[in-house]
């Protein structure tokens, strides 16, 4: 009896022991998958904008972005059918009619790390990965307007694609808040979420990835870094992305608090 429960001790000791290294691989594995998901999207978005008159995907179809929506023949360049039919995968829209199989491993937009919430992801697609919001802008009318990679003047530095949170998902930071983490298909870094111990990964309008801690993409007012020298979340370096579409400077309202 004394040797089995010494053997049961053992046991218990090397299972506690083995925990924290097999969370590491799982945690390591997560990463290296996210980040070929990434590089994958990014290298379609060359191949997107040679076929679509030098213009970027859009970024969501106007805020209606259903399982019944999205499969819709109007929402093919919205980038989440756009960029994976350029990589030869399967669009969002493909899984309209049986969403479960979306967050699986076959799907282009699945991100193995993220915490999908259950009541949500079959009723609306959850998007752990989103398009840089910033990146269209208001025309002459007010409304927004589609932006050409010709716009776009620093491509290495601008953010194109990157991990976002979901409602379930703890956040990265304090300077974001729960409403953040809406699994929408557009974000920024008020959504961007670090799942690999505080870094998440980000894909640049060149196509290359990179990890990054939300303190690389917010200030510690929980601004947009202006001047933009490192990463760029407008078509040009100069414009503010702390302004709101209708050119409203969000910085100074958030200093204040």
């Keep these: 009896m004394r040797e089995v429960l010494v053997g049961l001790a053992i046991a218990m000791v090397l299972a506690v022991v083995a925990m ?11 990463k290296a998958a996210a980040m070929t998901k990434m590089r994958v999207l990014g290298g379609a978005i060359g191949t997107y904008v040679t076929q679509s008159n030098g213009l970027l995907p859009i ?16 929402t093919s360049d919205v980038w989440y059918n756009a960029l994976p039919r350029a990589a030869g995968k399967k669009p969002a829209s493909d899984y309209s009619s049986n969403p479960a199989s979306f967050y699986t491993e076959e799907s282009a937009l699945f991100v193995p790390g ?15 990965i989103a398009f840089n919001t910033k990146l269209e802008h208001a025309g002459p009318n007010g409304e927004k307007e589609r932006t050409k990679m010709s716009d ?4 290495e530095l601008t953010v194109a694609l990157l991990e976002q949170g979901l409602p379930n998902e703890n956040r990265s930071s304090p ?9 929408k ?6 959504s961007f979420i670090g799942r690999y111990d ?12 990179e990890l990054l801690k939300v303190e690389d993409l917010l200030t510690p007012h929980g601004t947009f870094p ?7 979340w407008t078509r040009t370096p100069e414009e503010n992305p702390n302004k709101d579409h209708a050119g409203k400077d969000h910085s100074e309202k958030k200093k204040k608090k």
């Design 59 to 74: 970024e969501d179809a106007g805020g209606d972005d259903t399982w019944n929506r999205i499969a819709k023949s109007d």
């Design 20 to 30: 924290p290294v097999l969370s590491n691989r799982r945690r390591a594995a997560h």
């Design 226 to 232: 202006f001047p933009q020298t490192k990463v760029v």
């Design 185 to 190: 298909p557009k974000g920024s870094a008020k």
């Design 152 to 155: 776009i003047t620093k491509p």
């Design 175 to 183: 300077l974001q808040s729960k409403n953040d983490y809406d699994g």
């Design 114 to 128: 993220a915490r999908y919430p259950d009541k949500k992801k079959l009723h609306n697609p959850m998007f752990a």
């Design 198 to 209: 505080g870094q998440g990964v980000i894909c640049f309008l060149d196509g290359h990835a």
